[in-house]
């Protein structure tokens, strides 16, 4: 390959990932749902399961979160505290987010201890879970 | 960290990301130990600084991070999962605190001497003698014990003076050998106040009080930190750890103490196989239960104890094989016209007998055949048993609808039943040795229920016992109310089906065994001196119980006697510039 198309190519292909970066949604690129898959997965799976029609674990199946009531899924046990703080609430983008910053601090009673102060890592959480559909 | 990274900056290549394509990933982990010349330590920037670094954010590490906190110190807990308590954070959480403040305060009596002889006999029967000065305990284990008889209290008071783990006495509770001792016989279960009445709960409770506690306070706490090696400066001082998350690897340093706290090797088979005296397919504990403190400590001259033994219950077959991180152990048996029986179909064990206990059963060796014919044994139970004792609570095998039931094996018939039992056993050839039903299986099991049948009739199990001894009816579970009934862990099983079963197998809540510490958590060297600036507390390290569950929660109220120990110890450290 002579250097000229190797510097033809690297320039049609950044222009490719420009045109992309400008269309798409503007937190990710496409790659990062594998990623953020594989985030969730692994530091998830202790409690959650993700396909549908997945049993429960110790938290319940999170295929289909966004847009579901809050502490609704069928054949779950939920505690009473959480039942209670959710309440009336669906799950989207910003309940999540607030849910993952700190689930105390949503329901004071939760089940789910969980805080993470990284945006970066919360946004892989949501990126996978809103994919979940 | 500001500096850290300027350093690495002006030396081109960062420490950062030569760390980062050394550790990808985390089965490529590198355990151990790294020491530093006085004048790398010096040189060497870490990315953080605290007094104590707690290793685990657990059963143990959580209250050994509070109490280093109330002592004033700078504290960091890393944990390698996403979310704090580990295994406790599954547990029911009873905690088992001798002579505790309640106890006193009600006027029962539990002294030191009733409590170490009690102990003793469990831990080392072989050995036990009334007439032994330390009751046939070696001087470490007798220290050891000594240590929870006058520290668990202690911590138990402290936690729940600050809230971070408010308690309500349930006095009834009785030790598993209740019958062994007269005196301190019950009473020494305390329970997460907040907990439900079933007091399934408990583990849900305390990680979240501990937890909030821990932020309330000033403990820093960061999940996805997985600690692979101690630091040490060049006179063998332990300086600080090196954890690996989701961006690389970073250093931080302890100017007085690292303590670990991150579990035993329930999740490890090479550890498992290894070390354990039995074939345990794994356990309950939580899934980062590994081993990395067998490994990190591999490098630093420990002397490794207790490892053969385990807190032990019996667990579903299956799920153990799906490593299926809910898995709860079978902490109560439930149902009433339920019994356990081997591959031959006939019975060979109590079904009630507490769990750590009845777990020892599938892994009874059969020399003649060269075998353990009882490593997985099957529950039936009938209809009734489905309907009136099914709980999601406590591990239980018979669970109610909607509850993950895949480990159900049903037959409309006993022999339905038994043909399904045989292909669900065949799925696992290459997981079981190839375990089948024999060919009298149908015929055995029918005799079996016959005469359990008859047990339950009369109220009197003439082969083992069930229900005799009052720790079988703690954890008899729900049944059936049956007026009259001389022996409510037994009802007739039905002559028709449905019929369901299970297959049960033995199982770990956690390994107990890790590199010996002192009573005051202090990691010993090979020569019984400590290594300066490290402690394990819980299980990563040493138990003195051999292999006995001396009673509910007689894993978590010592670990909060040698947390209080450790914290106070570490406090003392000189700080190591």
Redesign the interface.
């Known amino acids: 390959m002579s250097k000229f198309v190797a510097a033809v190519k690297a320039v049609r292909i950044g222009a490719v990932v420009t045109t992309f970066v400008a269309t798409a949604t503007p937190l990710f690129a496409a790659d990062d749902l594998a990623a953020a898959k594989e985030y969730t997965v692994r530091y998830c799976i202790q409690c959650h399961t993700f396909e549908q029609g997945d049993k429960h674990g110790q938290g319940p199946n999170l295929f289909g979160l966004i847009g579901r009531e809050a502490a609704s899924a069928p054949g779950f046990v939920y505690s009473p505290g959480i039942k209670e703080a959710l309440k009336g609430k669906v799950w989207d983008r910003d309940l999540l987010d607030a849910w993952l910053t700190d689930t105390l601090a949503v329901a004071p009673k939760a089940q789910m201890i969980y805080f993470q102060d990284d945006p970066k890592a919360r946004a892989k959480l949501i990126r996978y879970l809103e994919s979940l559909k | 960290m500001a500096t850290h990274k300027q350093k690495e900056k002006k030396q081109g290549a960062s420490r950062r990301d030569f760390l980062k394509v050394a550790g990808a990933g985390t089965a490529a982990a590198t355990f151990g130990a790294l020491t530093l010349s006085a004048k790398e330590a010096k040189a060497q920037a870490f990315d953080a600084e605290y007094d104590i670094v707690v290793c685990g954010g657990g059963g143990a590490g959580l209250p050994v991070a509070l109490f280093s906190r109330w002592l004033g110190n700078k504290v960091i807990v890393l944990e390698k ?5 580990g295994t406790s ?2 547990a029911a959480y009873w905690y088992w605190v001798p002579n505790n403040a309640a106890m006193r305060k009600a006027g029962i009596p539990d002294d030191k001497q009733h409590f170490l002889r009690y102990v003793a006999r469990l831990s080392q029967p072989q050995n036990f003698d009334l007439n032994h000065p330390r009751y046939g305990l070696s001087e470490w284990e007798y220290s050891m014990c000594e240590a929870i008889y006058d520290s668990s209290s202690v911590g138990t008071e402290l936690l729940s003076e600050k809230g971070a783990l408010p308690y309500r006495h349930v006095a009834p509770v009785p030790d598993y050998f209740a019958e062994m001792e007269t005196i301190g016989a019950t009473g020494r279960v305390l329970f997460p106040k ?1 907990g439900a009445p079933s007091m399934s ?1 408990g583990g ?1 409770v305390a ?2 009080t501990l ?2 506690a821990c ?1 309330r306070d000033g403990v820093t ?1 960061r ?2 930190h997985r600690v692979q090696k101690v630091i040490r400066n060049d006179r063998g001082e332990v300086i600080g750890v090196e954890a690996k998350n ?1 961006d690389g690897v970073i250093r931080i340093k302890a100017r007085k103490a690292v303590i670990f706290a991150t579990g035993g090797f329930t999740h490890d088979a090479e550890l498992r196989k290894n070390f354990l005296s039995i074939p345990a397919y794994g356990g309950c504990a ?3 239960n590994e081993g990395d403190f067998v490994r990190i400590s591999s490098t630093l001259g420990v002397q490794l104890r207790n490892m053969n033994y385990a807190w032990m219950c019996p667990i579903s077959f299956e799920k153990a094989i799906a490593k ?3 898995l709860i152990g079978c902490f109560s048996v439930a149902g009433d016209s339920m019994i356990f029986v081997d591959k031959r179909g006939k019975r060979v064990v109590n079904e009630k007998l507490h769990y750590n206990e009845l777990a020892q059963k599938f892994f009874e060796w059969e020399g003649a055949n060269a075998q353990f014919p009882y490593l997985i044994l099957t529950s039936i139970w009938d209809q009734r048993a489905q309907d009136n004792s099914a709980s ?1 609570e406590y591990g239980r095998l018979i669970v109610p ?4 039931d ?1 480990h159900v094996i049903k037959g409309a018939t006993l022999e339905e039943l038994a043909a399904n039992i045989d292909t669900r056993l065949q799925k696992y050839a290459g997981q079981n040795g190839g375990m089948r039903i024999t060919s009298d299986f149908v015929p055995n099991l029918k005799a079996s229920i016959a005469r359990f049948n008859e047990f339950a009739r009369t109220g009197k199990d003439l082969d083992f016992h069930r229900g005799e001894r009052g720790v079988d009816l703690l954890f008899n579970g729900n049944v059936k109310e049956e007026p009259g009934r001389k022996n409510p862990t037994m009802w007739p099983i039905s002559d028709a089906g449905p019929y369901y079963a299970a297959l049960v197998t033995g199982g770990t809540l956690d390994t107990k065994g890790g590199p010996k510490t002192n009573p005051e958590g202090q990691v010993l060297d090979l020569a019984d001196k400590p290594i300066p600036g490290l402690y394990g507390v819980g299980n990563c390290v040493a138990s003195a119980s051999g292999r006995a569950y001396w009673a509910g929660g007689g894993t978590l109220g010592p670990i909060i006697g040698f947390a209080h120990r450790a914290a106070n110890q570490a406090n003392k450290e000189p700080v190591r510039g």
């Open positions: 999962a996403a979310t704090l308590g954070f599954k907040d709960d849900q990680t979240r937890s909030t932020r706490i999940i996805g989701d939580a899934m980062t299926d991180p809910s999601h609808p909607g509850i993950d895949r």
